[in-house]
């Protein structure tokens, strides 16, 4: 079964510009949750969709947003990009979210110039 | 804020010896899991011990929780340099949402 995959896995931006990435789980998991990791912050919980639906959602400004298409691909979307928002954004997928495994994309590096 | 905080922060240790980490967490929980990361890599699954679980074995890897002193221990046998990473553990709560400690830097020392 392929892993779970990341697009871009780099990318360059300047502020105030937007980005998207985009995230396709393993065959047949249901769920897909992101996080981002800095230094400093470490790995923080951003949000997990689960059929189509947003069911969690971590502490983050409404410039951070996602959506799940209806094959659970997963996108999500920093629009007004900070200096801060520089990080690596994993994506990760599980068959159904609760209680279960979540397996890890090799994530997308983010830098904000 | 962060649910778990791993200890020691940085670890070093020759081949061939056992390394021992420990997570501890503030609220109750419905798993805690252990990852792996190689160098600003994606995270890598190595273990999942339910709440009603004290004691689980995958391999070189042995994990033991503790909910009564909400603390966890994962201990790697017979380390080798390709365990060389970083590892996290992230605590599942009851929105089931994962929250992952800062991490323990491991170097294993051919």
């Known amino acids: 079964k392929a892993g779970v995959t990341q697009t871009p896995r780099y990318l360059i931006k300047t502020r105030g510009q937007q980005v998207t990435l985009s995230c396709s789980p393993i065959s047949g998991h249901r769920s897909v949750s992101w996080y981002q990791q800095t230094p400093g912050q470490g790995l923080q919980f951003l949000f997990e969709?689960?059929?189509?639906?947003?069911?969690n959602k971590g502490n983050f400004p409404g410039r951070f947003s996602g959506r799940q298409f209806s094959n659970s691909r997963s996108e999500m979307n920093v629009s007004t990009l900070e200096l801060g928002d520089s990080a690596l954004y994993l994506c990760?997928?599980?068959?159904?979210?609760?209680?279960?495994?979540?397996?890890f994309g090799p994530g997308t590096r983010l830098t904000v110039l | 804020s962060q649910q778990g905080e791993e200890d020691p922060q940085a670890l070093s240790i020759q081949e061939g010896e056992n390394a021992t980490m420990n997570c501890s967490y503030k609220?109750?929980?419905?798993?805690l899991q252990w990852y792996r990361q190689n160098s600003g890599r994606g995270l890598v699954h190595l273990i999942l011990?339910?709440?009603?679980?004290r004691e689980k074995h995958s391999g070189r890897l042995r994990v033991t929780l503790d909910t009564s002193k909400k603390s966890s221990s994962l201990l790697i046998t017979a380390s080798r340099a390709a365990d060389t990473a970083s590892y996290f553990c992230a605590t599942e709560g009851a929105n089931s949402k994962l929250t992952f400690g800062k991490g323990i830097t491991l170097s294993v020392r051919p």
């Open positions: 011990i339910r709440s009603n679980e």
């Open positions: 969709y689960f059929s189509e639906t947003q069911r």
């Open positions: 609220t109750s929980i419905n798993n």
């Open positions: 990760a997928s599980s068959l159904a979210g609760e209680r279960d495994t979540q397996y």
